[in-house]
């Protein structure tokens, strides 16, 4: 029930891109005479629990970390799906061309990367006006106005779109690795295409290397690209790849089609990375069952296979968490007011959240369920809560994800049937796009944060919302399902999105803790989102590339733990 001009001043915090902890005389009094730090219940239902001693950066650090541009490689080329920039012909005037720019995430945080190293990004070319501003050789200069590296434009047709991106990256890869076996629809020419688009995309950068460049590909779509560009370039190019979603058992890989294919294809590479341990043992462990000529070293991280040593790291990824810190400081009371009154929220609810795209894997259904059982056993709450789910629509089509988002509504619809009054829904269900001063004033506003996937990578999602939270007094609810709880879940509150009673037990937790409690949990969890943010993830890359590119360090030697990146 907080309103903005209720709140105390916000929680100041430098730019960890210049220090590797926060300014600890910058914190509020009750941080700093505290003296212990207080944990959050992390115990899951199944009455195990999370690391409640687990941070390293509840301590002090005594090193600087290398700044970004001090290990950027010299030569570096970027390969995604995704573009930086999208070329659009402006409807509003014949002729005219826009350009979308990069707004947030890795790619906003790779572009000033490539300009510092005026590098090379090959992507696909989706958009309409693309191709007007490219030379013969698919290329334009970016960013628009300073034109300081190469932007490589790759062609997909519609049947190649189709299956190569809908079809084999996200009906096979995407569900096979958030375990959703089930799901998996191999599809005949969705492989073929797959592979193809892979050839077509490690032919790209063989025309872009020199012989001492670094390769860096994102993602689940490029699999087997590493060993075809292996094939392509000298041994003195490194090839790295980071994979941004879960990596499944082997008893859940088993149903991949062409399975070893992707893991040789993975092999290619000198350096693969993984958001967390879990992820990056599970591979290792899928070599070892299915690649019967690999010899996996378990206590270096490394596997040696064709020739090649690939060494497999985990470094969980962050965000630009000073920037939504600031967009989240501009917000006022106007913002909010104008998001109650387009939605019907009465102002002054405690607001729960859920922003999330439209997926399977986010356990939006389970959420609601969950929601619905927290209104049943506590009436009291009605007329005074209200749950705001902001999804994205995601993949329409693909059938899932057309029905996952007709349940949901249907979902939705019956719950606010049942609880609703004639000035009150339960649950503020929309689909808008929002932009980000809103979103921000969202997140500030909220009183709980819901992150409840079923799997996922990380959750970006809960490290923006602590970030937005400037006067550390909501609760993160958070999925032990998600990357991200490796990191966080020791001071979140934890859930267990297919447990409905413990979920619903834990929204109603959340809401009736003192709020000195929740300002302890708030104060180390947003610690370490800005340390951990995305600046601090890129050079954490970099530094393990430099080991690689620069053979400084031997990796059969050197023991695993000693090998992890600079923190």
């Not at 089930?182 to 797959?194: A, F, K, M, T």
């Not at 019967?292 to 991280?301: G, P």
């Not at 958070?478 to 267990?496: D, F, K, M, Q, V």
């Not at 619903?504 to 610690?527: C, F, H, W, Y």
Request: net charge negative.
């Amino acid at each position: 029930m907080r309103n903005f001009e209720d709140r105390g001043p916000p929680i100041d915090r430098r730019d960890v891109s210049t220090t590797n902890r926060t300014d600890t005389t910058s914190r509020s009094p009750k941080e700093t005479n505290s003296g212990t730090t207080t944990t959050g219940d992390s115990t899951t239902p199944n009455g195990s629990n999370s690391d409640t001693n687990s941070s390293n950066s509840d301590t002090n650090s005594s090193t600087k970390p290398p700044d970004v541009s001090d290990v950027c490689p010299e030569s570096l080329i970027v390969v995604s799906n995704r573009q930086p920039y999208r070329h659009e012909y402006d409807e509003s005037e014949e002729g005219s061309i826009t350009v979308d720019e990069p707004t947030g995430g890795l790619t906003a945080g790779l572009d000033p990367v490539l300009c510092r190293s005026n590098g090379t990004w090959i992507a696909w070319g989706d958009g309409d006006a693309d191709e007007q501003v490219t030379d013969q050789n698919d290329c334009v200069r970016v960013p628009p106005d300073e034109e300081s590296y190469t932007l490589r434009r790759l062609w997909l047709s519609d049947e190649a779109v189709n299956s190569y991106y809908y079809g084999w990256s996200n009906r096979v890869l995407w569900p096979l690795c958030h375990g959703f076996s089930h799901l998996i629809d191999d599809r005949p020419g969705d492989l073929e295409w797959y592979r193809t688009i892979n050839h077509r995309f490690a032919s790209a950068v063989s025309e872009h290397v020199s012989e001492n460049t670094v390769v860096w590909l994102q993602d689940y779509h490029l699999g087997f690209a590493p060993k075809l560009i292996r094939e392509r370039v000298s041994d003195s190019v490194t090839i790295a790849h980071f994979w941004h979603i879960p990596w499944p058992s082997p008893e859940t890989f088993v149903n991949c089609p062409e399975g070893k294919e992707l893991l040789e294809g993975l092999l290619g590479n000198d350096l693969l990375g993984f958001h967390v341990d879990r992820y990056a043992d599970l591979f290792l462990e899928c070599v070892d069952r299915f690649v019967e000529n690999a010899t996996v070293h378990r206590s270096t991280r490394t596997v040696s296979y064709d020739g090649n040593t690939t060494r497999v790291v985990a470094t969980p990824m962050g965000i630009d968490a000073s920037s939504y810190a600031e967009e989240s400081e501009a917000t006022d009371e106007s913002h909010w007011k104008s998001i109650c009154s387009r939605y019907d929220i009465p102002r002054t609810n405690t607001i729960g959240l859920g922003v999330d795209r439209l997926d399977y894997t986010k356990g939006i259904p389970q959420r609601l369920t969950a929601i619905e059982t927290f209104f049943d056993r506590n009436p009291e709450w009605r007329g005074q809560f209200t749950f705001v789910q902001k999804a994205t629509p995601s993949r329409t089509d693909i059938p899932a994800y057309e029905q996952l988002g007709e349940a949901v509504r249907q979902q939705v619809d019956r719950i606010n049937a049942r609880f609703g009054a004639a000035d009150w829904r339960p649950i503020v269900y929309t689909e808008d796009i929002l932009p980000q001063d809103e979103l921000c004033a969202l997140y500030r506003r909220a009183d709980v944060m819901v992150v409840s996937p079923v799997n996922d990578g990380m959750n970006l999602v809960a490290q923006e919302y602590l970030a937005s939270s400037i006067e550390e007094e909501g609760a993160l609810l958070l999925s032990n399902r998600a990357g991200a709880h490796e990191t966080l879940g020791s001071h979140t509150y934890t859930i267990a999105p297919d447990q409905p009673n413990h979920f619903a037990n834990t929204i109603e937790r959340a809401l009736t803790t003192a709020p000195g409690e929740k300002q302890r949990r708030m104060s180390v969890l947003r610690d370490r989102v800005f340390e951990g943010n995305l600046e601090s993830w890129m050079r954490d890359q970099f530094v393990e590339i430099q080991r690689i590119h620069s053979s400084t360090d031997s990796m059969d030697e050197r023991p695993n733990e000693q090998q992890s990146p600079v923190s």
